[in-house]
């Protein structure tokens, strides 16, 4: 027993000596290439690390202070200054991608959750160059991708197929049904909506890759189509990641500001699925599950 404790006491005493290495003010440090030197967080007193919080990785640059201060003389108007680090940039980029794949609820609607390239019927009539341009888009996700098809054809399961395989690599990805993202949208403004509208519309403005479902199927209204307008707009102009699917009538239904941006071929690709089937009347031996 007393074997033991004196082997716990050793383990805690470098634990807090390893801490205590890190969190030296590094005054006497040169800087580095980058020109900044580390800013190191301090401990409370008496407060030593747990090893689980010691065997966390640690960030090469900033030694998980967060902050840098830029290596300039007295007198220059940065000095002093902290520098968020981009570790910062890319825990807040996480967190991100974590709210976004909520919202999506790729991960808890039934009808998505087995959606992926993987089970995607490709050898089904109609639908082969849908999946290669899905396919081809993920793994350069710029420009506009918009698929046009009847009910059935496929489009929304590529869309979720997209959309989840982007957020498995990183890339913060919003996915949403328009007409639950104009209701989205809408709640923001009763009076204890847990998200302001701003905020809301924010993140779907800004999203690296947009992924829109059912565009056209959204009740047309004035205020409707006012919103899908400007959030596209704005991602047309900043030239932003966005995929779209609709149907033939929705796509004819579309207000003509959005319907002339999304006819810019330099910027988008339009794959009509005119000869895809809809799988949900196929029988299992016509999608070759049998």
């Known amino acids: 027993m007393e074997r033991t404790s004196n082997i716990a006491a050793t383990e805690i005493i470098q634990l807090a000596q390893e801490r205590q290495r890190r969190q030296r003010v590094v005054e006497s440090v040169p800087a580095g290439e980058s020109g900044f030197r580390q800013l190191v967080p301090s401990s409370p007193a008496g407060v030593l690390p747990s090893a689980r919080e010691s065997i966390l990785p640690v960030c090469s640059i900033c030694k998980d202070a967060g902050y840098l201060r830029m290596d300039v003389p007295v007198g220059h108007p940065n000095f002093g200054k902290p520098v968020a680090c981009r570790c910062q940039q890319a825990r807040k980029n996480d967190e991100r991608r974590k709210r976004l794949r909520e919202q999506s609820q790729l991960d808890t609607l039934i009808a998505f959750q087995d959606s992926s390239f993987e089970t995607f019927q490709v050898w089904l009539p109609g639908v082969q160059e849908a999946y290669h341009a899905a396919w081809r888009f993920v793994h350069e996700p710029t420009g506009w991708l918009v698929l046009v098809g009847d009910n059935g054809c496929g489009k929304t399961h590529l869309a979720v197929s997209i959309a989840r395989h982007c957020l498995d690599e990183g890339v913060i990805t919003l996915f ?80 003509n500001r959005v319907r002339s941006r999304l006819g810019d071929r330099r910027l988008v690709r339009i794959v009509t699925m005119d000869q895809a089937q809809d799988f949900r009347q196929l029988t299992a031996h016509d999608q070759g599950v049998e």
Do not use: C
């Not at 328009?178 to 905020?199: G, I, S």
């Not at 307008?229 to 900043?238: K, S």
């Open 176 to 255: 949403a049904v328009v007409p639950d993202l104009l209701d989205y949208l809408r709640a923001t403004f009763a009076p204890d909506a847990q998200e302001h509208y701003d905020e809301a519309f924010l993140k779907m403005r800004e999203a690296e890759l947009l992924v829109l479902d059912d565009l056209g199927a959204e009740q047309s209204t004035p205020w409707a189509n006012e919103k899908l307008f400007q959030l596209l707009n704005h991602r047309y102009n900043a030239r932003l990641a966005t995929v779209i699917t609709t149907n033939n009538l929705g796509f004819a239904g579309i207000e």
